[in-house]
C-alpha cells in the first residue's frame, strides 16, 4: 500500500502548480483524500480533502477559491490544483486516504504518501 504525491517545485507567486497523489497496491476506490502540508517549523496542516466519489469537496479558508481537488479513480491519482499560488504556500504537500471523518469534517488518514515540496518565492 503505498501513496506517491508528485508535481512539486519552484514557482512565482501568481502562478500555478499541479500536484498528483497516486495509489499502487490498492484502489483509492472506496477512500476519500485530503491534502495536507507543513511548512517550515509549523505543524501539518490540513488542506482539503475530496469523498471517495469525488462529489464532495472540502477546503480550507486560506486556499478557498485557489485550490481545487479533483480524482480520476480510473487512473487511481488524484490531483490538487494549485492557482494563485502564494509565498505562505510553500510547505512540504502531502497527500492521505482515510475512511473516516473527525466531529469536524476533517479526513482521519489511514495512510500517508510521501511529500513533495512547493516553494513560492519571488
Known amino acids: 500500500v503505498q501513496l506517491q504525491a508528485s508535481g512539486g517545485g519552484s514557482v512565482q507567486p501568481g502562478e500555478s502548480l499541479r500536484l498528483s497523489c497516486a495509489a499502487s497496491?490498492?484502489?483509492?476506490?472506496?477512500?476519500?483524500i485530503g491534502w495536507f502540508r507543513q511548512a517550515p517549523g509549523k505543524d501539518r496542516e490540513f488542506v482539503g480533502q475530496?469523498?471517495?466519489?469525488?462529489?464532495?469537496?472540502y477546503y480550507t479558508n486560506s486556499v478557498k477559491g485557489r485550490f481545487t481537488i479533483s480524482r480520476d479513480n480510473a487512473e487511481n491519482t488524484v490531483y490538487l490544483q494549485m492557482n494563485n499560488l502564494k509565498p505562505e504556500d510553500t510547505a512540504v504537500y502531502y497527500c492521505?486516504?482515510?475512511?473516516?471523518?473527525?466531529?469536524?469534517?476533517?479526513?482521519?488518514?489511514?495512510?500517508w504518501g510521501q511529500g513533495t515540496q512547493v516553494t513560492v518565492s519571488s
Open positions: 475530496i469523498s471517495w466519489s469525488g462529489g464532495s469537496t
Open positions: 492521505a486516504a482515510g475512511t473516516r471523518y473527525r466531529i469536524t469534517g476533517e479526513l482521519v488518514p489511514n495512510y
Open positions: 497496491g490498492f484502489t483509492l476506490d472506496y477512500f476519500a
